[in-house]
C-alpha cells in the first residue's frame, strides 16, 4: 500500500519562500512519477508540476509557477520536494502530492483519482 505524506506547510509573508516535502512509502519510489496539486479556496484542484522517475527526473510546470517553483526529489529518501519562491497570496492554497500507478511513465503522464495522493499541507501566504 503506497502511502504519501505532505509537511512543510505554513504562514509566509509574499514574496517569501518556503520548501514543502512529500514522503512516499510502500514501493520501488524511484521508478514512479510524482506530481504537486493545489486546490484553493473554493476552487477546483488544479495541477502545479511533475517530475518524472529517475535520478533527477525531468519537470514540466503549470504556467501559473513557471519560474517561481521547482521539484526536485531524492529517490535515496523516497521524498519529492516543492521549492516555492516570490510567493503570491494567490498561491494560498492545500498543497498535496500524487504518485502515478505506472512505473517509467512520460512526462505528460495524467494524474486521476486512482492515482494515489497525499492529505495535503496548508500554505498560506499573506499580504
Known amino acids: 500500500q503506497v502511502q504519501l505524506v505532505e509537511s512543510g506547510g505554513g504562514l509566509v509573508q509574499a514574496g517569501g519562500s518556503l520548501r514543502i516535502s512529500c514522503t512516499a512509502s510502500?514501493?520501488?519510489?524511484?521508478?514512479?512519477?510524482m506530481g504537486w496539486f493545489r486546490q484553493r479556496p473554493g476552487k477546483e484542484r488544479e495541477f502545479v508540476g511533475v517530475?518524472?522517475?529517475?535520478?533527477?527526473?525531468?519537470?514540466n510546470y503549470a504556467d501559473s509557477v513557471k519560474g517561481r517553483f521547482t521539484i526536485s526529489r531524492d529517490n535515496a529518501k523516497n521524498a519529492v520536494y516543492l521549492q516555492m519562491t516570490n510567493l503570491k497570496p494567490e498561491d494560498t492554497a492545500l498543497y498535496s502530492c500524487?504518485?502515478?500507478?505506472?512505473?517509467?511513465?512520460?512526462?505528460?503522464?495524467?494524474?486521476?483519482?486512482?492515482?494515489?495522493w497525499g492529505p495535503g499541507t496548508q500554505v498560506t501566504v499573506s499580504s
Open positions: 517530475i518524472t522517475w529517475g535520478v533527477l527526473g525531468r519537470t
Open positions: 500524487a504518485a502515478g500507478r505506472e512505473e517509467y511513465s512520460r512526462l505528460t503522464y495524467s494524474f486521476t483519482n486512482d492515482d494515489y
Open positions: 510502500g514501493r520501488t519510489f524511484s521508478r514512479y512519477n
